[in-house]
């Protein structure tokens, strides 16, 4: 049975998206890419450093995955947009990861930036992933402006919490026309999991493996997480309710004493 | 004149280009990854020995880390 992804007509086998921040080396980076079985990592674009030794794009071809360049650090649509035209001349891809961010402490995004930046790239050519809130009328926005996927938050980046709205994010995918990703706050594999089980296409992580005790084994056990709440969320789970409903037919029951002789 | 490279002021000889100072950075020729904006415009590769920079030019010349 076909389960590719398709995002802007790219087809895609992975459903976990590898964010490379917070990798110790690079080494320990395309370990951990391998376990999670990525096809697409991002990356992010700073004032190039003379001193520094190897380049990440060499080690992600090394593996063998596709770069997603983004606009992290961005606080303006002008600077995320010319941030997206560096990465686009960078990395030869139309494909950009918008992140327009609003404060320094949630980085949560600031969404009127983000919806400006996220119609001046589409107009400009740009297959724009737009990482945003959970809100479901923002998501519709930027659906509206032409993004090729909606990115929501599960909870800040960086902070583990995993979905804190899993309400919201449901709203989102019920009425999302594009692939829904969810993207940061996962903190380990049950996370990633809700997340597919919720009914998102993808799942976006970078702090939960990059900073994990063991980068590696977390790999992988969010790549089953989300390969496992996939199945789990195609094969139709069964509805919750305040009562029991018993497994077992209450018709043949044995009796063992003469009050209880059977009807 | 001078011009500032990512965040540093540099002097540089009237009439130096985009090319000269990306050289200066040490970045090899052909390099993937890399790209530069002058004034906050992006320089696209192919342009960067013709575009001379001016008294008082920001060139950023970024390429890629790990991020996002």
Redesign the interface.
Known sequence: MDDTLRIAGRELSSRLIL?????AN?EL?ARACRAAEAELC?????????A?RG???DVLEEVGVQ????T??CYTA?DAV?TA???R???ATDWI?L?VIGDDRTLLPDAVELVAAAEELVDDGFVVLPYTTDDPVLARRLQDAGCAAVMPLGSPIGSGMGICNPYNLSIIIEHAEVPVILDAGVGTASDAALAMELGCDAVLC?SAISRAHDAVAMARAIRLGVQAGRLARGAGRIPRRRYAQASTPETGMPAFDAQGVSQ | MNVTVNGESRDLPAGATVASVVELLEVAPGARGVAVAVDGEVVSRTRWPETELRDGSLVEVVSAIGGG
């Open positions: 964010g490379t921040g917070g990798f690079h980076l991002t990356v992010a674009l700073r004032r190039l450093d003379p520094a380049s990440i794009l770069v997603l360049p983004n992290a650090g002008r010319t035209r560096l990465a001349e960078a990395f990861k992140e970078a």
